[in-house]
């Protein structure tokens, strides 16, 4: 079946440290997509960072780094000097072949960061 | 940089009521999405639209229908609101099947 797991419901960080966010992903496709949004409190859903299945290096947007270990089926986020905005959801989503030439994002159930002063 | 736009933050509704949500996108995106969200059960799809007319069912389509008429324009339609469907939803475009997904700030439901 097609999963996302997050096992960490929610995690701590101190302001201007690294934190690593887990991803865990169950898939028989060969063509996926890994994707990381951040919500915050206010509701909207921000896109942060994608990496392909078939992509050799890891994916990186400024702070946020992407650790890809396809063997593994892990897809964690990484973000480096952690700020006190960085304090929201985060969620993990996959995307996999449906509906004809479309696809569907199958997500987890986030994990919960607090950045602390 | 591409906008999202949900008709309404919040909103409340009788039990019965024929709700519309509302969802405006400015980039052309072929597809576009409706999800609601809900603790401990994540983001789930209703419905999906990969072209004006054309939709597909997600996971939790009953109880709900949706309209795209237009490129731009997706609503989903609550045809008798219940209570069970009080919960935030968010809508979604993307250019292309697998590319990233933009939302929208997300309609807070209450049904009464």
């Known amino acids: 079946a097609q999963k996302i797991t997050q096992t960490q419901p929610g995690m701590f960080v101190q302001e201007k440290e690294a934190v690593t966010l887990d991803c865990t992903y169950d898939?028989?496709?060969?063509?996926?997509?890994l994707f990381w949004y951040k919500q915050p409190s206010s509701g909207e859903m921000i896109f942060l960072i994608y990496?392909?299945?078939?992509d050799e290096q890891n994916a990186t947007e400024g702070r946020y780094s992407l650790n890809f270990q396809k063997a593994r089926k892990s897809a964690n986020l990484v973000i480096s000097a952690s700020q006190l905005g960085d304090s929201a959801m985060y969620f993990c989503?996959?995307?996999?072949?449906?509906?004809?030439?479309?696809?569907?994002?199958?997500w987890g159930l986030g994990t919960s960061l607090a950045v602390n002063p | 940089d591409v906008k999202v736009t949900q008709s309404s933050r919040y909103l409340v509704k009788r039990t019965g009521e024929k709700v519309f949500l509302e969802c405006v996108q400015d980039?052309?995106?072929?597809?576009m999405f409706w999800y609601r969200q809900d603790p401990g059960l994540g983001l789930r799809l209703i419905y999906f639209?990969?072209?004006?007319?054309?939709?597909e069912k997600g996971d939790i389509p009953e109880g709900y229908s949706v309209s795209r008429e237009k490129k731009e324009r997706f609503s989903l339609i609550l045809e008798s609101a219940s209570t069970n469907q009080t919960s935030m939803y968010l809508c979604?475009?993307?250019?292309?099947?697998?590319?990233?997904?933009?939302f929208g700030q997300g309609t807070r439901l209450t049904v009464v």
């Open positions: 980039m052309d995106h072929e597809n």
């Open positions: 639209s990969y072209d004006v007319k054309m939709k």
């Open positions: 990496q392909g299945s078939y």
């Open positions: 898939t028989s496709d060969q063509s996926y997509g």
């Open positions: 979604a475009s993307s250019l292309r099947g697998g590319s990233e997904a933009f």
């Open positions: 989503a996959m995307s996999r072949p449906w509906a004809g030439n479309n696809r569907k994002l199958i």
